[in-house]
Every structure is written in structure tokens, then in C-alpha cells.
């Protein structure tokens, strides 16, 4: 039985309270937006579902993690164009681990970058949305990656560049636990940190799992938070389905004035619906057994209903 | 020798291939060790692990660490064999490869998963169609594109003979059978699948079965074709090209890999040296990229098959 994890978590007025001060308006109007950042999630995570599921396959648990950060980034955060994907003013995103395509797509296509038919389209031969993030072929998608690793230079590139032209502009940069196997994201991270760069958020996605197994059977990363440190960055580790934890944890983050800032979102590979959360091999799920598509099924109609109550 | 086996459809993966010949490798040496970057489930080496757990490594997803480990175990005698899709033990780990391995004189075993159109839904960051034109650059390697899954057995478990760097390329998937099991092989010679006398097909890899049945149609229409499986590109059998090439109206080159600096280039590199005065015509991926899509698509996509072999066949008569 599919059941949206995340749902009630979180949801209370105290979590409220304690996440965002004491002043009176500012819960009242933070609450009204929690709630629209929670309808986003709520719609992101239930077009990942559709689209991998009309695909047939796809990587479900690593799209999955990423739900609410990406709701709070294009719900909140971001500044961007929809109707103007290369507005030269824009932040960018920079989602290293390229195979979270689906968890992207379902975001541009909710803030309105492209129709949602196309998410019907992932993977479909001469299809603008690849497994893996293009930015030829995809409006709103600002950099290509899928080849794990590349990402976190790109994005000091992005942000030393910003620096060199004065702009106030943000790169959020998104990578994978098992991707920082790849030593270039060190090379990056060394950069990043020696130049300052803070207006490169950093988040590290910790589902604690890669594609084969836990991290820390594989390759054991430790204490990602105080390697980050030891490294030079200002850290926050935060809930990864906790929109105004996310939320919180940039604001603190765009205040930081004199050091690269990096956000660890203690995440669960699944994300958001139990029966894929606890799916031991989830990195590339199948919908190609009645177990697995009855669970689609159930968890899209549950987001469904969460999405009309919250509406 | 060899003996054709083309009726036999129940064909296992690929990666099967692999997996059964590094095992069986095991069984009698020690020294044989595996290396995986994070693709076991991907590749099927997690049943090494299974079957050998003390000779089995997964270094993450890590692969210039990967070539790393491995030159350093072959340093101490060890026989490393590594696995990743081929984009990330070629284009990646070039200069790992080229400096470690091969200039340090070490020995490295190098299996590159889903080469080509066969990368289907992981699409263009994924697609290899230059993994052969940057290993044909190291002085010495020995580069294999299998061509089924008897080859494909026979490779691995001939590679752990040998020093230095070998690379062979090849579908995780099942592909068409052409080969009878036991048959044998010898790396740098081609095979003669079918003899011909109008056109001469030099094919690799899973397009050699392609070649095979293009053959087959364009006999019917009246044109003798040779096929030959030159699953090895480096060294490539250059006495044999010279040999059967004597009057040949064309010669056709017919790979699942760029045109530039795979089996077409070596092949034209030949024919220019010793002036033969042939057309050469090169069938594979026209200095594109790759990109997403079923293998069937991008085969045809990237004009792949074999009905490109036959239109071009043909178009030589006209
Ligand atoms: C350079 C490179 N090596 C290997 C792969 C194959 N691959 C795709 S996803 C993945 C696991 C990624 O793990 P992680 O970064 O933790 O992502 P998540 O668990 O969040 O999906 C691997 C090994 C790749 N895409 N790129």
C-alpha cells in the first residue's frame, strides 16, 4: 500500500514557529506559503510518479529526494523567467546529478517553462526531455550533466563569473551523496571555498544511497557536514521534506558573507511515498510488475487528493 | 578456428558474457580481480561479488580512481578487469589509462558497457561513439568491438593472458549469435564469415550480424558480397585487408562508432598507404552526437543498418 510519507510530518503550527522566528505576521504569511510550497511538492512529486510511470522505468528514488528542495527553489527562491528561459538576470541551477531529470522537468513544467504533456514524453525517441538533463534540448534546463561530477565546477565557473561581473545573482548547485565519490566535485569544492564563493549554494542530496546500495557499504562518505566543513564551507543540515527548513537554511545561507555556504539535506532515496522508500533497489525502478504499478496508481491518487485539499 | 552458428536464438546478455568468463577466470587464478564503479547491479558484477568476494572491488563512482587501483594492483601482479559504461573508461579516464596504465607498462582489462546506439534510454551524456578512435591512440593497445556472446567470452578470457592495455567494447544486452560455442579466435586477425566478389564488408561489433544479413539480401539481388568480422581493430589485420580487397569492386567499412578514428579510419589509413585505389566507404556515425531514444531508433537515427549497407550496395551499380 503506497502512502505519502511526508504528508504528516511537519505540518504542524509548532514546526511553523520554531523554523521561522516569533514575529506574528510573518507566521501567518509564512504559513499561507508553506502551504503553497507544500501544493508544489505536492504536484512535483506526483508528475515524477506519472512520468516514470508512462515511461516505464526511470530513476524514481534520486527524482524523488529532491521533491521539495526543487518546490522551494521555483516556489520561492529562484529568480527566473518562465515565458523567458535565458533571461540573462536569472539564478541558475545546476543539478550535477543529471539523472534526476524527471524530478526538473516536473518542476519547469509546474511553474510553467513548458506544457505538462511533455513529461509524458521522457525518454521517447526525438524527446526534449532525456534521462539525463540537456540543456540544448530543454528550456529552463541551464547545464547538461548525467556524467556524475561535472556539475559543482560548473557551477563555481557560474559563480565566480557572477563575482568578476558584479552581478547578484545565485547559482544553486545540486549533487548527489554517491556522486561525491567523483574527486572533481573536491577540486570544485577546494575552489569554491578558497574563492568565497557565496553565492554558489551547495546542496548535497543525502539519500545515503548510490546505485549500488547504501553509502556506506560502497563507499563510506562518513560525516558529509564536517567534511564540508573541513573544507571551508559554512554548513547547514537540514530535513530534505521540510520546505521551510530548506527555506530557512538558504535565507541563513544568502546572509553568509565571507565564506562558500553548503546546505546537506538529510533525504530519503523514494521521497514522499513509503512503498518507494522502502523499496531496497530504488535508483532505477521498473513499472513493469502489477506490485509496482498498483503502488504508482495508489500514490497518485493520494497526491491527487492531497493536491485538491491543499488547493 | 571458428564454425558459424547463426540459428541459435536463445542468446544470453552480454554482460553474462562477461561475467561468466571473469568467473571462470577465477577458478583457476588468484590473480584475476575485478572492478567495479558503482554499475554491479548495471553490469551484472555484482554476482562476482557474490561468487568471489575477496576479488571484487567497488570503488564507487570513481572511475579515474578506478584505473588508479587497478594499475596499482597490476603493479603487484594482479590482473585487473574494470567495468563502467564506455563514456567512463574512455573519454573520462583517458590520461588514468594512457599515464598509468599503458605508458607505466601495466596491465588493465577494460570492458565498456553500451557503446554506440546500444545506450538507448541513458542517452547523448552517455553515448561513446569515439571510445575506439581514443584507444587506438595508445601505443600498444589491444581493442576488440565483440561481435556475440561466444566472441565476447573468448576475448575476456584471453585477455587475462596477456600485458598491457585491452579494451573491448559491447552491449550489456543480448545480441544476435553468430559464432558456435568453442569457437576460437586470434586477436589481430579478421574472420572470414562469408566469402564474396563484388563488394568487400569489413564489420565489428553487434553490426556484424547486420553485415551478415545485408549480405544475404544483396546476393539475392545479384551482388557477391565478402563479409569479415575484424573484431579486432587494434592490431588490425592489415595483410588480410591487402589480401581481400584483389578484385573487389568497393570496400565497405561498418561500425557502431564515429567515422572518424574507428575501424573505417584504420582501415582507410591502410588502403591510402599502399595505394590501392579502391573506394572505401565508411558506414558509421557521420561527426554527430549522441542523444536519447530506443537502440533500434538511434540505430536507424545515426544510419546504422543494414539497409544502409544495402542502399549503398546498390547505388554502386547505377
Ligand atoms: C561518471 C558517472 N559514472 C557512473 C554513472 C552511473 N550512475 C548514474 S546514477 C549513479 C548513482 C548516483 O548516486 P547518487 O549521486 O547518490 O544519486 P541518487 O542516489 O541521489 O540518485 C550512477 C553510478 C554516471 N551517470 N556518471
Redesign the pocket.
Known amino acids: 500500500m503506497a502512502d505519502i510519507a511526508g504528508l504528516a510530518r511537519n505540518n504542524s503550527a509548532d514546526a511553523v514557529m520554531m523554523t521561522n522566528g516569533n514575529e506574528e505576521d510573518e507566521i501567518i504569511m509564512n504559513e499561507k506559503e508553506i502551504k503553497k510550497l507544500k501544493l508544489l511538492s505536492a504536484k512535483i512529486r506526483l508528475d515524477v510518479l506519472k512520468c516514470i510511470k508512462k515511461c516505464g522505468y526511470g530513476?524514481l528514488?534520486?527524482?524523488l529526494?529532491?521533491v521539495e528542495l526543487l518546490s522551494v527553489l521555483y516556489g520561492k527562491q529562484l529568480r527566473y523567467d518562465a515565458k523567458n528561459p535565458q533571461w540573462k538576470e536569472r539564478d541558475f541551477v545546476i543539478l550535477s546529478?543529471?539523472?534526476?531529470g524527471p524530478a526538473l522537468y516536473s518542476a519547469l513544467a509546474n511553474v510553467g517553462f513548458f506544457g505538462k504533456d511533455w513529461l509524458l514524453t521522457l525518454n521517447e525517441n526525438g524527446t526534449k526531455l532525456p534521462s539525463?538533463l540537456d540543456r540544448v534540448k530543454t528550456p529552463g534546463v541551464d547545464m547538461t550533466a548525467?556524467?556524475?561530477?561535472?556539475g559543482a565546477s560548473i557551477a563555481a565557473g557560474i559563480a565566480a563569473g557572477f563575482k568578476l561581473k558584479k552581478n547578484a545573482q545565485f547559482v544553486y548547485l545540486i549533487?548527489?551523496?554517491?556522486?561525491?565519490?567523483?574527486g572533481q566535485c573536491w577540486e570544485a569544492f577546494q575552489f569554491i571555498a578558497h574563492n568565497k564563493l557565496n553565492n554558489c549554494i551547495a546542496f548535497i542530496?543525502e539519500?545515503?544511497?548510490?546505485?549500488?546500495g547504501w553509502?556506506k557499504d560502497v563507499i563510506n562518505p562518513y560525516d558529509i557536514e564536517k567534511k564540508m566543513q573541513a573544507f571551508g564551507f559554512f554548513t547547514k543540515k537540514v530535513k530534505a521534506d521540510d520546505e521551510s527548513a530548506i527555506d530557512e537554511a538558504i535565507e541563513k545561507c544568502k546572509s553568509v558573507k565571507d565564506s562558500a555556504v553548503c546546505i546537506i539535506l538529510d533525504?530519503i532515496?523514494g521521497q514522499g511515498i513509503k512503498y518507494f522508500e522502502d523499496m531496497m533497489d530504488n535508483?532505477?525502478v521498473k513499472f513493469n510488475t502489477a506490485e509496482n504499478i498498483k503502488a504508482a496508481d495508489d500514490a497518485i491518487e493520494e497526491l491527487s487528493a492531497l493536491i485538491t485539499r491543499l488547493e | 578456428m571458428f564454425e558459424l552458428d547463426r540459428e541459435n536464438t536463445d542468446a544470453s546478455e552480454m554482460r553474462m558474457a562477461v561475467v561468466s568468463a571473469i568467473q571462470d577466470l577465477m577458478k583457476i587464478n588468484d590473480k584475476v580481480i575485478a572492478l567495479e564503479?558503482?554499475?554491479g547491479s548495471?553490469s551484472g558484477w555484482a554476482k562476482i561479488k557474490k561468487s568471489n568476494p575477496d576479488r571484487f572491488i567497488n570503488v564507487?563512482?570513481a572511475?579515474a580512481n578506478m584505473v588508479g587501483v587497478a594499475a596499482g594492483l597490476s603493479l603487484i601482479g594482479f590482473i585487473p578487469f574494470i567495468h563502467?559504461?564506455a563514456?567512463?573508461v574512455s573519454r573520462?579516464v583517458f590520461d588514468q589509462i594512457f599515464i598509468s596504465g599503458a605508458y607505466s607498462q601495466n596491465t588493465i582489462n577494460i570492458y565498456a558497457s553500451d557503446p554506440g546506439f546500444t545506450v538507448a534510454a541513458?542517452g547523448g551524456?552517455?553515448t561513446t561513439f569515439e571510445d575506439i578512435a581514443l584507444y587506438r591512440t595508445i601505443p600498444d593497445a589491444l581493442i576488440c568491438d565483440a561481435a556475440d556472446f561466444v566472441q565476447m567470452r573468448w576475448i575476456i578470457k584471453n585477455f587475462a593472458d596477456l600485458k598491457g592495455i585491452h579494451f573491448v567494447r559491447a552491449n550489456r544486452k543480448p545480441i544476435a549469435n553468430i559464432y558456435k560455442e568453442g569457437s576460437e579466435f586470434e586477436f589481430g586477425k579478421g574472420n572470414i564469415l562469408k566469402k564474396g566478389h563484388d563488394i568487400l564488408l569489413i564489420a565489428a561489433g553487434q553490426l556484424v550480424s547486420d553485415a551478415l544479413n545485408a549480405a544475404e539480401s544483396l546476393e539475392k539481388k545479384g551482388i557477391s558480397v565478402e563479409v569479415i568480422d575484424m573484431f579486432c581493430i587494434k592490431p588490425l589485420d592489415k595483410d588480410l585487408i591487402l589480401k581481400e580487397i584483389k578484385d573487389k569492386r568497393a570496400i565497405i567499412s561498418f561500425e557502431n562508432h564515429s567515422i572518424i578514428g574507428g575501424l573505417g579510419s584504420a582501415i582507410a589509413e591502410v588502403l591510402a598507404e599502399n595505394a590501392c585505389g579502391i573506394p572505401l566507404k565508411r558506414i558509421g556515425v557521420n561527426d554527430r552526437f549522441g542523444q536519447v531514444g530506443t537502440a533500434d531508433f538511434l540505430q536507424k537515427e545515426f544510419g546504422l543498418t543494414q539497409s544502409v549497407v544495402v542502399d549503398f550496395a546498390l547505388s554502386l551499380q547505377n
Open positions: 530513476h528514488g534520486g527524482s529526494s529532491i546529478k543529471g539523472h534526476a539525463h548525467g556524467s556524475l561530477g561535472q549533487a548527489g551523496d554517491g556522486e561525491l565519490n567523483e542530496d539519500n545515503k544511497k548510490q546505485l549500488d553509502t533525504s532515496k535508483h532505477s | 564503479a558503482d554499475l548495471a564507487g563512482i572511475e563502467s559504461f563514456p567512463f573520462r541513458n551524456t552517455h
